[in-house]
């Protein structure tokens, strides 16, 4: 039982008594906790609001045993994630970046690159930075960082480069690109358009940070489309939030 200090965003945020709430935490140092915040829904409480949904918060918190819930001491804000307020868009693209976190990450595997990489986005989000851009960025670096990026070079199966002018295969159970050789078989196969094809290797460099440029809304779409499917499968269901990402593609 050690006593921890972290940055966190907080990703969920779930009441359990009268005073109490039980929040679900991604942190810079210690990855996602799920920690007892006693005294949460006092007013006046320990945590002085600090605990919204999507708020940056500067954290101490005692570190108990694996099946035990964390708890939370201390919680001071950093940051509050104002667009919640006031576009819709923006709030739905921000719940989408916490249910991929909580969905996608363990409790207690750390990955600060990935919380760089989310703080960063829910900055751009706030500031007025493109949505459906920033949400398509975060969501390939965060398959990157997790180790779920597709093959986008060569093709998943043989290996041999997947090139030439016209649309490509893409096997979304097979997880990547295929070469017509290898198509036979695979199920769940659709095609990516050559811009489209390349925009996603873009934003998958280990070198694209912060919101890409502007993406045509059609790639943008055929995009969301081929993530969506693509994240279906890896979560084993549809994200929760995906009947609103039509929102994010063009907000
Ligand atoms: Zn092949």
Same mark, same amino acid.
């Given at each position: 039982?050690?006593?921890?200090?972290?940055?966190?965003?907080?990703?969920?945020?779930?009441?359990?008594?009268?005073?109490?709430?039980?929040?679900?935490?991604?942190?810079?140092?210690?990855?996602?906790?799920?920690?007892?915040?006693?005294?949460?829904?006092?007013?006046?409480?320990?945590?002085?609001?600090?605990?919204?949904?999507?708020?940056?918060?500067?954290?101490?918190?005692?570190?108990?045993?694996?099946?035990?819930?964390?708890?939370?001491?201390?919680?001071? @804000?950093?940051?509050?994630?104002?667009?919640?307020?006031?576009?819709?868009?923006?709030?739905?693209?921000?719940?989408?970046?916490?249910?991929?976190?909580?969905?996608?990450?363990?409790?207690?595997?750390?990955?600060?690159?990935?919380?760089?990489?989310?703080?960063?986005?829910?900055?751009?989000?706030?500031?007025?930075?493109?949505?459906?851009?920033?949400?398509?960025?975060?969501?390939?670096?965060?398959?990157? @960082?997790?180790?779920?990026?597709?093959?986008?070079?060569?093709?998943?199966?043989?290996?041999?480069?997947?090139?030439?002018?016209?649309?490509?295969?893409?096997?979304? #159970?097979?997880?990547?690109? @295929?070469?017509?050789?290898?198509?036979?078989?695979?199920?769940?196969?659709?095609?990516?358009?050559?811009?489209?094809?390349?925009?996603?290797?873009?934003?998958?460099?280990?070198?694209?940070?912060?919101?890409?440029?502007?993406?045509?809304?059609?790639?943008?779409?055929?995009?969301?489309?081929?993530?969506?499917?693509?994240?279906?499968? #890896?979560?084993?269901?549809?994200?929760?939030?995906?009947?609103?990402?039509?929102?994010?593609?063009?907000?």
């Amino acid at each position: 039982m050690t006593t921890e200090k972290t940055l966190a965003i907080v990703l969920r945020v779930v009441e359990f008594s009268e005073t109490s709430c039980i929040v679900t935490l991604f942190t810079e140092d210690f990855g996602k906790i799920g920690a007892l915040a006693k005294g949460a829904r006092r007013p006046k409480g320990p945590f002085d609001s600090a605990l919204d949904l999507l708020a940056v918060c500067r954290i101490v918190f005692i570190d108990k045993s694996a099946d035990v819930l964390d708890l939370l001491t201390e919680a001071r @804000l950093e940051r509050r994630f104002r667009s919640a307020s006031r576009d819709l868009s923006r709030l739905y693209a921000g719940y989408y970046i916490a249910e991929l976190l909580r969905e996608l990450t363990d409790l207690g595997d750390p990955h600060p690159d990935l919380y760089r990489r989310a703080d960063q986005t829910l900055l751009t989000l706030d500031l007025d930075g493109p949505v459906g851009e920033t949400v398509l960025g975060f969501e390939v670096a965060a398959l990157r @960082l997790l180790g779920y990026l597709p093959a986008l070079e060569a093709c998943v199966v043989c290996g041999a480069p997947v090139s030439g002018g016209g649309r490509v295969l893409f096997g979304q #159970l097979a997880g990547g690109v @295929l070469c017509p050789r290898c198509r036979q078989g695979q199920k769940q196969v659709v095609s990516v358009s050559p811009r489209g094809l390349e925009v996603l290797r873009q934003l998958a460099g280990a070198r694209a940070v912060g919101a890409p440029g502007e993406i045509d809304p059609g790639v943008r779409g055929e995009l969301r489309g081929l993530l969506n499917h693509y994240f279906t499968n #890896l979560l084993g269901h549809p994200p929760r939030m995906l009947p609103f990402l039509g929102a994010i593609v063009n907000p």
